[in-house]
T-cell receptor, first 110, second 112 residues
Framework: GIQVEQSPPDLILQEGANSTLRCNFS?????LQWFHQNPWGQLINLFY???GTKQNGRLSATTVATERYSLLYISSSQTTDSGVYFC????????????FGAGTQVVVTP | ETGVTQTPRHLVMGMTNKKSLKCEQH?????MYWYKQSAKKPLELMFV???????ENNSVPSRFSPECPNSSHLFLHLHTLQPEDSALYLC???????????FGPGTRLLVL
């Protein structure tokens, strides 16, 4: 199956800083999603982005499908951005089988 | 977000107990999923259902038994679990197999 690798595994930010999280995947994908998991375990959808660029407030994401990576940008970070960020992807021959990366633990300090 | 709900939110059970987890989606989706998230491990897909039919069993032990009576409801029946089955169990749904998956809040399970 597809391999999904995220970096860095941990990130500590001062409030107001910008950061970039990376997701590499090993095969062509028809689904790539970014999630934020809050301290209570809820996975919150951030982006569905198998290709291209999207923005939502202070967050934006870019997927370069031909080079098999995706980036999540957090700008002007806030303490509420703390949590684990997951990338997950799926190939065209893996109906419904979303493969998750190990996540990036982000801590934003005041 | 109330699109996907799960009950109970927390569950403690002994190894000889039988319990069930329930998931309900109010989004009109056709596909539903069970995932397991153990401490310090990525989310692992357990089961996939499409229009009530199981399309994927990711080598899950038989002590976990899924049931999908209709496209809106998904159950996970648990029996004779082991302590290593303690984890967060997440349900998700999507319109189709390659589209955005939406997750419920999860059930935190502790097996004693």
């Amino acid at each position: 199956g597809i391999q999904v690798e995220q970096s860095p595994p941990d990130l500590i930010l001062q409030e107001g800083a910008n950061s970039t999280l990376r997701c590499n995947f090993s095969d062509s994908v028809n689904n790539l999603q970014w999630f934020h998991q809050n301290p209570w375990g809820q996975l919150i959808n951030l982006f569905y982005i198998p290709s291209g660029t999207k923005q939502n407030g202070r967050l934006s994401a870019t997927t370069v499908a031909t080079e098999r990576y995706s980036l999540l940008y957090i700008s002007s970070s806030q303490t509420t951005d703390s949590g684990v960020y997951f990338c997950a992807s799926m190939t065209t021959d893996s109906w419904g089988k979303l493969q998750f990366g190990a996540g990036t633990q982000v801590v934003v300090t005041p | 977000e109330t699109g996907v709900t799960q009950t109970p939110r927390h569950l403690v059970m002994g190894m000889t107990n039988k319990k069930s987890l329930k998931c309900e989606q109010h989004l009109g989706h056709n596909a539903m999923y069970w995932y397991k998230q153990s401490a310090k491990k990525p989310l692992e897909l357990m089961f996939v259902y499409n229009f009530k039919e199981q399309t994927e069993n990711n080598s899950v032990p038989s002590r976990f038994s899924p049931e999908c009576p209709n496209s809106s409801h998904l159950f996970l029946h648990l029996h004779t679990l082991q302590p290593e089955d303690s984890a967060l169990y997440l349900c998700a749904s999507s319109p189709g197999g390659s589209e955005t998956q939406y997750f419920g809040p999860g059930t935190r399970l502790l097996v004693l």
